[in-house]
C-alpha cells in the first residue's frame, strides 16, 4: 500500500608537546565501556517478550514541495514504542508492527508534522511513503521548559529558539558546540577569546544585564544541570611571560555535536522564571540522541579531515617602520613574511581530524543510542594542539504505556596544548617588533626569537569529565504525568603552565634567570550534583476550557575544589615537576560549595486549544544569599492566542499561521560565594600562637540580583513560504551587586558588596525562513535572524561613576563597561616636520581646550548593539546540497590595542608608518600617535568600530546515491570551510577577539592575540 498523505496540524599525527602527560581515570572508562557492552548484548539478545503477529513498514520520507528525501525525520506508530528515524535517502523501515490499522506520526523539526494510517499485513512489507510541508515553527511541536513532557508550543507565551543539530552539523561541519549554536539564534552572541585550539568562547543571550556577576545562561544536558565555566586553564606563578592569558580553555565545547539531537534555548527571566536563581541569562537545553524501537540497530561512521591556517597571515599582521640612525633610510619589516623567506615560518598548515561512530535502534520495550568520537588536532604553531576522546550512551527501558526510564551518560578525555598569545609569543613579537630595534632576534620583540616561546612555553591541561542522569517518566492516571531527573556532572582538570628549563641556544636571549623555567599547576574537580521534580495534572473541564496544573522543584549543589602550587627554577633538562623546582610559589587551596534548592507551582488554562493563559511562582534560596534574606519569589504571566484558529480568520487568508504572545517573567542571579560571608585569615598571635584577623565584612542582607522582563511577540507564517518569529523585550535588573568602600573604623579593610544598582535592558528579535523557490530538481531556502540590544546603567547606588582615566568605566545613564577617552577635534601640521601643532580635544560644549584639561567623552561600548545572520541552503536535484552562511556584529566598539602598543612606541620607538610618513595622514589622526597618547588618555582613534560580517559557513553536500555504496544504507560526503572571509573597518588582525572575554566583565583587549582561525573540511559519512 502506498499513500503521500499530508496532514499539517499535528506539527508539533597525534602531537604532544615536551613531556607533560594527564592520566585518564579509571572508573568514567569503565562505566562506559561497561555501559557499551550492555547495549551490544541488547542489540544480539532476543526478544523477551512473546511474538504476536507482526509485519514491517518501509518507505521514504520526501518533502511536498520539491520532492527531495529528508533525513532525520522520526516515524513513530502511535500506541506502540516501535518507531525509526530516516536515512539521508529519506528512507526507514520499523520491523514488528502489529496487523492491521496502524497510525504513523512523521516529524521533523522545520516541518508540519504529519499522520498516515497504513495496513499492516502478517507477510510482506508494507510501504508507505510521506510527504512534509516546510513549516518554520511548528506551534504543536513539544518544548523543553521544564515542566513534566514539556509543553506544545502553541501554548507558550514566551519566545523559545529550537536548533535542529543534525541539519546544522551536517551542513557546517561544526565540531563543537559554540560553533553549532553560532549566528543560528537570534539574540545569542558567542564571542571568542583567542583561535587557539582549545580555548573557548562565551555565550551571552540579549547581552550584558550584570556588572559584575556571571552573564552565562544557564547549561543543562538531557535536564541535567551542567559546568559551563570559562576562562579556566593553566596560571603561571607572579612574574613569569609564558603563562600569560592561558586561561583561555573552558567546558562549552566538551559535548561532541554529533550526539545532540536538538537544542532548545529559552531566553530572559520572562522565560526562564520556573528555574529560579541562576536563570536570569537564560536557559539553553540539550537533548542528546535516544534511538528508534526500529527492530535493526542503525550504524553510523563519520570521518572528518581538514586544515587550519591563519588566513592571510603577512597581509593582517602590520608592517613597521623604522629609521636607520646611520643611514637615515626608512626600513619596512613584516615579521610573518620575513621568517617566510627566511625558510621558518612562524605559523604553518595545522590538521584537524575526527572519527567518529554510533550505533542505534531498540528492541521491544528497550531504546538505545551509543558513540565514540576521537579528536586529534594540530594547530598553526608547534606548541598548541588538541586530543580528545567522548563517549556517549543513551538507553530508554519501559516496562509499561505508563512508565519509562531513560539514562544518559557522557565522557570526555581531553588533552589540549594551549600555546602562547598576548604576551611574550611569537605573534606579539612580529606586532610590535622591527629588525633595527631587536637585531639580536630576527627582530622579534622583546630580543626573543619565535622559537623561544614556541619552544620552551608549553600551557597544558588535561580533562576528565563525566556527566551522568537518570531519567523517570511517570503516567499512573490518564490525567497526571510525573517526571523525576536525577544526575551528575563531575570535571576534573590538571591545568599546567610550564616554561621549561633552556637549552644553551635559547638561554642566549633570555638569560639564566628565565632560561631556569618555572611551573604553575592548578588542580580542579567541580561537581554539579542536582534532581529536578516535575508533576503536571491535566484535564478537561469543558468541551471548551482545559487546565494543566504543575508543580515541581529542584535541588542543584556546585562544588569547586582547586589547589594550585608551583615554583621556578629547574635543575636541569626534562625536569618538570613541582618538586623539582628550587624556588616554591605559595600553594593556595580553595573550596566553593554553592546549593540552591526551590519549588514553583503553575497553572495554565486554555480555551479551544488556542488561547492560553499562564500563571507560575518560584520560591528559592541560595547558600550565597546573605543570613538575612532566606527566600526569594518569582512571579510570571504570560499568554498566548492563536488567532488563525478563530472563527472569524478568513479562510483564503495570505496569513496562514499567526500566534500572538505576552509574558512577564522575573528570576535571579545570586551572589559570588563569600560575598556575603563575614571572614577571617589566619595570622601569628603573640608568642607564636594561632590567631585570626579581619578579612571581608561580608553583608548579612545581600540578596540576588533579580531580573524583571516583558516580552512582546509573534509567530506565523505568510504565504505558506515566509515563517516569521518576532519578540521585543524589556528587561530591569534590580538589586545589581556592587562593591563599595567601607570605613577603616569597621576594622575591616577593602569593599563591602550590597544591592545598590540597576541595569536596564531592552531590544527585538526577529527570525525569517523563506521557501525562495521549491522544484522538483531546484529549492532554495533563506534562514536570516537579527537582534537589538541595549544596556544602559541606570544607578550605582552613589558609588563610583566617575571617570577619570581612558579606557572603560560604569557610568549611570551609559552601557556597562562603557569606553570614555579624550576626543582630538583639532591640530594643526607643522610645516617643517609634517607633525601636528596646536592640538585641541573636545570640551564642554564643544569648544577645542587643551587636551591635559579636556573632560573624558563617552564613545561606544564593547557590546554589539545588533547581531544577525544570513544563511543561503541550496538543493540541486536529489543528490547536491550547497550552503552558506554570513553573520555579522555592529553598534560596538573594539580595541585595536596593537597598534596603540606600535604608534606610540611601547617596544622601545614608534613603529607605526605615521611617524615617518606624516604628510600621508590628516594632522588630527596623527596627534593621536604621540608618546603622550595614552598618559593623556587621547586614545579614542585606537576604540576603533567593530562593525563587520564573516563568510562564517561554506559547504557542498553530495548524497551518494545507493547503487555506489552498496552495502550501506545511504552515503553523503561534505566539503565545508568555516571564517573564510571577514568583511569591516577595523584594522586590526581581527575585530572578534577579546583577550578579557569572561563571562564577568565586558572589559576590551586583543593584544597579540591569535585571531579566529581558517578551516577546511571533507567529512565523509556512512550508514548501514
Aim: net charge neutral.
Amino acid at each position: 500500500m502506498e499513500g503521500n498523505v499530508v496532514i499539517a496540524v499535528i506539527h508539533h599525527q597525534e602531537h604532544i608537546m615536551g613531556r607533560t602527560r594527564f592520566r585518564r581515570t579509571a572508573w568514567p572508562t569503565r562505566v562506559a565501556c561497561g555501559a557499551v557492552a550492555l547495549l551490544a548484548v541488547l542489540v544480539v539478545a532476543p526478544p523477551v517478550s512473546a511474538q504476536t503477529a507482526a509485519g514491517t513498514i518501509v518507505g521514504q520520507v520526501t518533502e511536498a514541495r520539491s520532492n527531495r528525501p529528508l533525513a532525520g525525520v522520526t516515524i513513530q506508530v502511535n500506541g506502540t514504542r516501535l518507531g525509526a528515524v530516516t536515512t539521508e535517502e529519506g528512507r526507514y523501515r520499523i520491523v514488528g508492527a502489529p496487523v492491521g490499522t496502524q497510525v504513523l506520526s512523521v516529524r521533523r523539526l522545520g516541518y508540519a508534522s504529519a499522520q498516515q494510517s497504513v495496513s499492516v499485513g502478517s507477510t510482506g512489507t508494507t510501504t508507505a511513503n510521506l510527504q512534509l510541508q516546510p513549516q518554520a515553527t511548528s506551534l504543536d511541536e513539544v518544548v523543553v521548559t521544564g515542566t513534566a513532557g514539556g509543553e506544545v508550543r502553541r501554548s507558550i507565551g514566551n519566545a523559545v529558539t529550537t536548533i535542529s543539530a543534525p541539519e546544522a552539523t551536517q551542513k557546517s561541519a561544526s565540531q563543537d558546540l559554540s560553533s553549532l549554536i553560532g549566528a543560528r539564534a537570534p539574540g545569542v552572541a558567542i564571542a571568542p577569546a583567542t583561535g587557539r585550539l582549545g580555548a573557548a568562547p562565551t555565550i551571552q543571550i540579549r547581552g550584558r544585564s550584570s556588572i559584575g556577576l556571571d552573564n552565562s545562561p544557564l547549561l543543562y544536558i538531557d535536564g541535567v544541570r551542567v559546568n559551563n565555566a570559562s576562562a579556566a586553564g593553566p596560571v603561571a606563578p607572579a612574574g613569569r611571560l609564558g603563562g600569560q592569558a592561558s586561561n583561555v580553555s573552558g567546558r562549552l565545547n566538551d559535548v561532541n555535536p554529533e550526539d545532540i539531537e536538538s537544542i532548545e534555548i529559552i531566553k530572559g527571566p520572562a522565560a526562564a522564571t520556573i528555574y529560579g536563581t541562576e536563570a536570569a541569562n537564560g536557559v539553553i537545553q540539550i537533548i542528546t540522541k535516544k534511538g528508534a524501537t526500529s527492530g535493526a540497530p542503525a550504524v553510523k561512521l563519520q570521518v572528518q579531515d581538514g586544515i587550519i591556517w591563519f588566513r592571510d597571515a603577512a597581509n593582517r599582521v602590520p608592517t613597521n617602520y623604522a629609521r636607520n640612525a646611520t643611514t637615515g633610510e626608512i626600513i619596512a619589516w613584516n615579521g610573518v613574511q620575513s621568517e617566510a623567506d627566511r625558510g621558518t615560518p612562524i605559523f604553518t598548515t595545522g590538521q584537524t581530524r575526527q572519527y567518529t561512530g554510533s550505533v542505534s535502534g531498540g528492541r521491544d520495550v528497550v531504546r538505545y543510542y551509543a558513540s565514540g568520537s576521537f579528536e586529534n588536532d594540530l594547530g598553526i604553531e608547534p606548541n598548541n594542539s588538541l586530543r580528545q576522546f567522548a563517549s556517549h550512551v543513551n538507553m530508554t527501558i519501559a516496562p509499561s504505556e505508563k512508565l519509562d526510564f531513560g539514562t544518559s551518560i557522557n565522557y570526555v578525555n581531553l588533552s589540549s596544548h594551549l600555546g602562547a598569545d598576548v604576551g611574550v609569543s611569537a605573534l606579539l613579537g612580529a606586532v610590535v617588533g622591527h629588525s633595527l630595534l631587536f637585531s639580536a632576534a630576527r627582530g622579534f620583540y622583546p630580543n626573543f626569537p619565535p622559537e623561544v616561546p614556541q619552544t620552551l612555553y608549553d600551557n597544558a591541561q588535561g580533562v576528565n569529565r563525566f556527566t551522568g542522569s537518570v531519567t523517570m517518566n511517570h503516567r499512573p492516571l490518564s490525567w497526571f504525568s510525573q517526571r523525576l531527573v536525577a544526575g551528575m556532572d563531575l570535571t576534573s582538570d590538571d591545568s599546567r603552565a610550564i616554561e621549561r628549563f633552556a637549552t644553551p641556544d635559547l638561554v642566549a636571549f633570555i638569560g639564566p634567570v628565565a632560561g631556569a623555567g618555572s611551573i604553575g599547576q592548578t588542580i580542579r574537580r567541580n561537581t554539579i550534583a542536582s534532581v529536578d521534580y516535575a508533576g503536571t495534572a491535566k484535564f478537561q473541564l469543558t468541551n471548551a476550557l482545559s487546565s494543566a496544573s504543575s508543580l515541581g522543584g529542584q535541588f542543584s549543589r556546585t562544588e569547586l575544589n582547586k589547589s594550585f602550587l608551583g615554583g621556578t627554577g629547574f635543575p636541569g633538562l626534562g625536569v618538570e615537576t613541582v618538586s623539582a623546582v628550587s624556588s616554591p610559589a605559595q600553594a593556595t587551596q580553595d573550596q566553593t560549595i554553592n546549593t540552591t534548592i526551590g519549588a514553583y507551582g503553575q497553572q495554565q488554562f486554555g480555551w479551544r486549544d488556542r488561547l492560553f493563559v499562564t500563571a507560575a511562582l518560584r520560591v528559592d534560596n541560595n547558600s550565597a544569599f546573605g543570613e538575612d534574606f532566606k527566600w526569594i519569589t518569582y512571579p510570571k504571566l504570560s499568554a498566548s492566542w492563536v488567532v488563525n484558529e478563530e472563527s472569524f480568520w478568513p479562510a483564503n487568508s495570505y496569513v496562514n499561521s499567526l500566534k500572538l504572545r505576552a509574558a512577564y517573567g522575573e528570576s535571579g542571579r545570586q551572589p559570588t560565594a563569600f560575598s556575603a560571608l563575614r571572614t577571617y585569615s589566619p595570622a601569628q598571635g603573640p608568642g607564636g600562637v594561632s590567631a585570626v584577623t579581619p578579612n571581608t565584612i561580608g553583608n548579612p542582607s545581600l540578596k540576588p540580583e533579580r531580573g524583571k522582563e516583558l516580552e512582546l511577540g509573534f509567530e506565523g507564517q505568510v504565504f505558506s513560504r515566509l515563517g516569521l518569529d518576532f519578540t521585543y523585550f524589556s528587561k530591569r535588573t534590580q538589586d545589581v551587586i556592587i562593591s563599595q568602600p567601607i570605613a577603616p573604623s569597621s576594622g575591616f579593610a577593602g569593599n563591602q558588596f550590597a544591592n545598590l544598582g540597576r541595569v536596564d535592558n531592552h531590544g527585538f528579535e526577529l527570525l525569517a525562513t523563506l521557501q525562495a523557490m521549491a522544484r522538483d530538481n531546484f529549492s532554495w531556502e533563506i534562514v536570516g535572524n537579527i537582534a537589538t540590544n541595549s544596556d544602559v546603567i541606570k544607578d550605582l547606588g552613589g558609588i563610583g561613576g566617575v571617570v577619570l582615566s581612558a579606557g572603560q568605566t560604569n557610568v549611570v545613564g551609559y552601557p556597562i563597561g562603557g569606553i570614555f577617552t579624550r576626543r582630538i577635534i583639532s591640530a594643526d601640521r607643522d610645516p617643517a616636520t609634517g607633525l601636528p601643532i596646536n592640538v585641541l580635544c573636545e570640551g564642554a560644549g564643544g569648544a577645542g581646550v587643551a587636551c591635559a584639561t579636556a573632560p573624558f567623552q563617552y564613545i561606544g561600548t564593547p557590546t554589539p548593539r545588533t547581531t544577525g545572520s544570513v544563511g543561503n541552503t541550496v538543493w540541486i536535484g536529489k543528490n547536491l546540497r550547497l550552503y552558506g552562511l554570513v553573520d555579522f556584529k555592529r553598534g560596538h566598539r573594539a580595541y585595536n590595542q596593537n597598534d596603540l602598543l606600535r604608534c606610540i612606541g611601547a617596544a622601545g620607538a614608534p613603529t607605526c608608518r605615521s611617524s615617518y610618513y606624516p604628510l600621508e595622514y590628516d594632522p588630527v589622526y596623527l596627534a593621536g600617535h604621540g608618546t603622550s597618547t595614552a598618559g593623556l588618555g587621547t586614545t579614542d582613534q585606537f576604540y576603533e568600530s567593530g562593525n563587520f560580517a564573516k563568510l562564517r559557513e561554506l559547504s557542498a553536500t553530495v548524497t551518494v546515491p545507493p547503487r555506489f555504496v552498496r552495502g550501506f544504507s545511504a552515503a553523503s560526503i561534505t566539503v565545508a570551510g568555516r571564517d573564510l572571509h571577514t568583511w569591516t573597518s577595523f584594522t586590526g588582525l581581527d575585530p572578534e577577539g577579546n583577550l578579557n572575554n569572561v563571562a564577568t566583565t565586558a572589559n576590551l583587549g586583543n593584544q597579540g592575540l591569535v585571531p579566529p582561525l581558517s578551516r577546511l573540511l571533507a567529512t565523509v559519512n556512512l550508514s548501514f
